[in-house]
């Protein structure tokens, strides 16, 4: 097992593609924190821009930053898999912390620091999260009425996370002993931090919520992890019907995450959630309205009434032939 140090060294893991237009920028807020032992692991997905030269020149003025390269490396497609492959490693090397940094956001100097003192330093495992402040492509803060589209969200409860994950890997911090857990991150994992998210509530390790905000996410239209208009209830009802069938594929690839979840950590989880679960994967092969039944006695839902309302119209809409009878 790691041991504990004053100051323990931190993992910082980074997945790339093709991000020349901002990585620079989160790569300088890294090396400035005001916390300086860390390591930062950078595995870049084959990028077709200049995204591997700036990493590698990085690299060669910093020694803390560190190229990830293995033997599936032109196997790997996606962001998940690529902060699997990141995670593998440092739950291999026994990282006693871990985070993740996405390529187009921007640290606060003392984003580090603020974390290591604020995470549970027992050696159960244990997960911290911060807030952030959406800023706009050129890292200007947006107005405040933007950031109060997005609630600060408490974590979310098991029966609500099975639906939808509200916390960023981006603003996490775990320690040695959940990584252990979450490592073998499968492809049907919809993100590496719904999957982290849903570990950790699955097996009740410890969760603090840090409200301060530590970082800069940044919006622009390829963000992986998000947007802050997918919070803002008309946008939810638009897509309810422009893009019913993309919305059918996203609560498909989620169920298929759930089933592998299940097999996977299924002598882990703790009995009450092993329970919900199980039932909810079975409800959803039969009748459409005992699976909504089901949802409202055990209270899976999401954050929001809206939100609940257009995952049920999806769900149910959802045929055995689309979801559970290809598992």
Same mark, same amino acid.
């Given at each position: 097992?790691? /041991? ?39 595995r870049d997905d084959n990028s077709s821009d200049s995204t ?6 990085? /690299? ?26 990141? +995670? ?10 871990? !985070? ?27 997960? =911290? ?22 609630? *600060? ?7 609500? +996370? ?21 490592? !073998? ?54 897509? =309810?019907?422009? /893009? ?15 089933v592998a979840f299940l097999e996977q950590l299924n002598n ?12 909810? +994967? ?25 939100? *609940? ?19």
């Amino acid at each position: 097992m790691p /041991n504990f140090m004053n100051e323990p060294l931190i993992y910082i893991l980074l997945a790339c593609y093709n991000g020349e237009k901002y990585i620079e920028k989160q790569l300088d807020s890294i090396v400035a924190q005001s916390y300086t032992n860390w390591v930062l692991l950078i595995r870049d997905d084959n990028s077709s821009d200049s995204t591997l030269e700036i990493i590698e020149s990085f /690299n060669e003025k910093d020694k803390r930053v560190r190229i990830i390269q293995d033997k599936i490396q032109s196997e790997v497609k996606g962001a998940c898999q690529n902060f699997a492959r990141l +995670l593998d490693v440092a739950v291999l090397e026994e990282a006693t912390f871990i !985070m993740f940094a996405d390529q187009d956001d921007y640290w606060f100097s003392d984003k580090i620091e603020k974390m290591i003192s604020a995470i549970d330093k027992d050696l159960v495992p244990a997960m =911290l999260y911060s807030d952030f402040l959406y800023a706009d492509d050129n890292l200007k803060e947006l107005p405040k009425n933007i950031q109060n589209i997005r609630e *600060t969200f408490s974590f979310p409860s098991f029966n609500s +996370l099975i639906v939808q994950n509200t916390v960023y890997g981006c603003t996490m911090m775990i320690n040695y002993a959940l990584a252990q857990k979450c490592v !073998m991150i499968p492809r049907e994992a919809e993100n590496h931090d719904y999957w982290i998210a849903l570990v950790a509530s699955g097996i009740g390790a410890n969760i603090r919520h840090l409200e301060i905000p530590l970082m800069l996410y940044r919006q622009h239209g390829n963000n992986v992890s998000g947007n802050y208009h997918d919070h803002h209830y008309v946008s939810r009802f638009k897509r =309810l019907f422009t /893009n019913w069938e993309g919305l059918k594929k996203v609560e498909c690839r989620r169920i298929k995450m759930l089933v592998a979840f299940l097999e996977q950590l299924n002598n882990e989880l703790l009995p009450d959630n092993l329970k919900l679960l199980t039932g909810y +994967l079975e409800e959803l092969k039969g009748n459409k309205i005992a699976f909504v039944r089901y949802c409202v006695k055990n209270k899976i839902k999401r954050h929001s009434f809206m939100s *609940t309302i257009v995952f049920y119209l999806v769900l149910i809409n959802v045929s055995k032939r689309d979801t559970i009878n290809k598992l």
